[in-house]
């Protein structure tokens, strides 16, 4: 594959055909950084047995395969975050059966935490895994992760999170207390004594005291490496999801949080574009990867430690009567099937490691376009995201000014669907996603005009292009 920034945040009209003029100003040594392990996935324990497998010997390659796929390179793997709803629902039992699963309640047995350590240490992606606090059983979750460090051969653990938006149960002095007695109930036992801890994955827009008082008592320990929340978009339709006006909103609860626990000691533990498993012709478009992709850099560039993207799959449970648009991929017999997500993931992955750029966008009355660039400290090249969230028959030419020195052949790396902002069978450069989850596409070389530093193209409906620059 050949494939960041401040975003010049814009809003344009159609004229000439042109709809956005991006100028790539600074990329400082000071610049803020993407963390590498930025990238990352929530899933529900009910999920592990479908995805991952039930043993260590059953696991789906093809999920080893895609999370290969959304790696910038081997020292770029991301984090899965094991939880949602099901981390309070599910209870661990050694000798249980996983016949009876629900979507949001049931049995975790040797074998899911087999797979699912195997997954992770054949793909490199590191772990958090959510511990049951609802069921207010320290000893039911010590004897888990006793189990879960002794099948970590490849050191992949990052923390266990206790509990999953506990503010919807407990107030935050219960909270509190809560947890403490599951701290001691780790440290009680050699095995799982002083692991990193991690919470309090609090609900959306919840009061960030909670993530502060959690941060307060645990970080001076070492034990807790950064504080989880939520956050959805929560918009009710494509229209809605794309203005200016999330991005807003979603930064500003970024700001809270810095100010709670401290800029890059936070992670989204779960976020999405809306709620209670999203909304069809929002949630499964090639329009919702212009916000994923905007919300992911917006996030990096303004103190957000890491995004884990939510997901479930409702196909294996009809008796729950619930469907999962927002989920970015899927696995069905084994087999890896994307929805648009995926590809905004996959085009994202290029910022991983790097700096933002300053960059300032204009000519771009009446139609939204996105603009943010990275810089490769190692090699000074530039990777410059465009992405057109002026939503249907917005299509237009956008040029980016590359700094001094910066005019080699780029390659452009478009992704694209053929329904426009509704589509639903996105790709970029054409190529999809194959069953067996292995992920690549080549991008298109691209010169500058002739005498400049600029480059054009065309960027069509809901769009995004990753241009980058020698």
């Not at 009910?46 to 093809?62: H, V």
Request: proline share 4%; glycine share 12%; aromatic share 10%.
């Amino acid at each position: 594959m050949t494939a960041g920034s401040q975003s010049g945040q814009v809003t344009a009209t159609l004229i000439a055909g042109h709809i956005a003029d991006s100028t790539i100003v600074s990329c400082p040594d000071t610049g803020a950084t993407v963390a590498t392990d930025y990238l990352g996935l929530s899933i529900e324990w009910s999920m592990i047995q479908y995805w991952f497998g039930t043993s260590r010997t059953s696991i789906n390659t093809s999920l080893v395969n895609l999370l290969n796929s959304l790696e910038l390179s081997s020292s770029t793997p991301g984090v899965l975050r094991i939880g949602g709803n099901s981390q309070d629902g599910y209870q661990w039992n050694q000798q249980g059966s996983t016949a009876g699963n629900r979507l949001f309640s049931g049995t975790i047995n040797p074998g899911l935490v087999d797979a699912l350590f195997e997954v992770a240490a054949r793909s490199g992606w590191k772990v958090i895994l959510g511990l049951n606090l609802r069921n207010n059983n320290p000893g039911m979750a010590q004897s888990l992760a006793k189990y879960v460090v002794s099948q970590d051969t490849g050191r992949n653990l990052l923390a266990f999170e206790i509990g999953n938006e506990p503010n919807g149960y407990l107030s935050g002095s219960e909270y509190l207390a809560r947890y403490q007695t599951y701290v001691d109930a780790l440290d009680n036992d050699p095995a799982t004594a002083n692991k990193l801890i991690t919470g309090p994955a609090i609900s959306e827009n919840a009061d960030v005291t909670w993530a502060h008082d959690l941060w307060a008592k645990y970080q001076g320990t070492g034990r807790m490496p950064f504080a989880t929340w939520h956050d959805y978009a929560n918009a009710p339709n494509l229209g809605s999801l794309l203005q200016t006006s999330k991005i807003t909103e979603f930064t500003s609860r970024i700001g809270a949080m810095n100010s709670a626990v401290g800029t890059q000691n936070h992670r989204m533990g779960e976020g999405n574009d809306t709620g209670n498993g999203g909304l069809d012709n929002v949630s499964n478009v090639m329009g919702k990867t212009a916000w994923l992709i905007d919300t992911l850099l917006a996030g990096a560039a303004n103190g957000l430690r890491g995004y884990n993207h939510h997901s479930w799959d409702g196909y294996y449970y009809p008796a729950d009567n619930r469907t999962c648009w927002y989920t970015p991929f899927v696995i069905r017999g084994g087999q890896a099937s994307p929805r648009p997500g995926f590809y905004a993931l996959a085009l994202f992955k290029y910022a991983l490691g790097r700096r933002f750029c300053g960059v300032s966008t204009a000519n771009a009355s009446g139609q939204l376009v996105r603009t943010w660039c990275v810089r490769d400290p190692a090699t000074n090249r530039l990777y410059a995201y465009a992405i057109n969230k002026g939503g249907t028959g917005k299509t237009g030419t956008v040029s980016i000014i590359a700094p001094a020195g910066h005019t080699g052949t780029g390659f452009l790396n478009m992704m694209t669907d053929g329904g426009g902002c509704y589509g639903k069978q996105t790709g970029i450069q054409g190529s999809v996603l194959p069953a067996n989850g292995s992920f690549t596409w080549t991008g298109t070389a691209i010169n500058p005009v002739p005498g400049t530093t600029r480059y054009e193209f065309t960027l069509r409906e809901c769009s995004t292009a990753l241009l980058s620059i020698p």
